[in-house]
């Protein structure tokens, strides 16, 4: 695993998982891990955008990446965004939805539709802001997905990715992570290919790439 994503995993999110299929999880739990989830993919992209930046003219004060959730105007209809960057000249340039499941239920009943919803999400804001760098993320314990749920999982994932041109595909992202973890809280990689562009390193790289080249670069 990256060291970037696994160091800001250990700092931001391990102590709010869950470390067993028996384990009470509350909403006001469900609701404090949600909110680290957030706080971990806004400090990794943040991350490789200071990275990528290094020796070109950049300002991080102006490029700050939020986690508090705000709303904005999509083409269709108001949207929530977990993860977010907007520039009042660009207007939305980055937003991501982080989505956790904790048990082996909540992942096999509703994972797909998690996945409709994020599709739904990046079609909704592509179609207003057509450069704006967007991805989803998909968080669970290893515990919960059964060998097929991970073959779906990674399936229809990859088919979201990637969107390499703002002038199409409204409903694919610029990255996509899949960030699944063990029972000692620490972020693993749990399919075969460890080169995927669905594993966080590569999912937030490329949406920090994205965020850079089509905005930051040109502003």
């Not at 991350?47 to 070109?56: D, N, P, S, T």
């Not at 937003?95 to 909704?124: C, E, I, M, Y």
């Not at 990715?161 to 620490?186: M, T």
């Not at 972020?187 to 594993?199: A, E, K, M, R, Y």
């Amino acid at each position: 695993m990256a060291a970037i994503e696994d160091e800001l995993w250990k700092k931001i999110v391990s102590s709010y998982v869950v470390t067993g299929p028996s384990e009470a999880f509350p909403k006001i739990k469900q609701q404090a891990l949600a909110r680290a989830l957030q706080e971990w993919t806004a400090s990794c992209i943040q991350a490789h955008l200071k990275e990528i930046a290094v020796g070109k003219r950049f300002k991080e004060t102006d490029w700050t990446i939020q986690f508090q959730g705000r709303k904005f105007i999509g083409a269709m209809r108001e949207q929530e965004v977990d993860v977010s960057l907007g520039h009042p000249r660009a207007g939305l340039v980055l937003a991501v939805d982080p989505k956790h499941f904790q048990s082996r239920d909540s992942l096999g009943k509703n994972w797909k539709n998690g996945h409709n919803d994020l599709v739904a999400f990046a079609t909704n804001l592509h179609e207003r802001f057509p450069l704006c760098a967007i991805g989803g993320v998909i968080s669970f314990p290893e515990w919960a997905a059964t060998p097929q749920d991970r073959r779906q999982i990674y399936g229809i994932c990859s088919r979201s990715i990637p969107r390499e041109r703002p002038s199409n595909a409204p409903g694919k992202f610029e990255g996509f992570a899949l960030a699944c973890y063990n029972q000692n809280g620490n972020l693993i990689w749990p399919f075969n290919n460890s080169n995927s562009p669905l594993t966080p390193e590569s999912a937030f790289t490329a949406l920090a790439n994205s965020l850079y080249s089509r905005t930051v670069a040109i502003l």
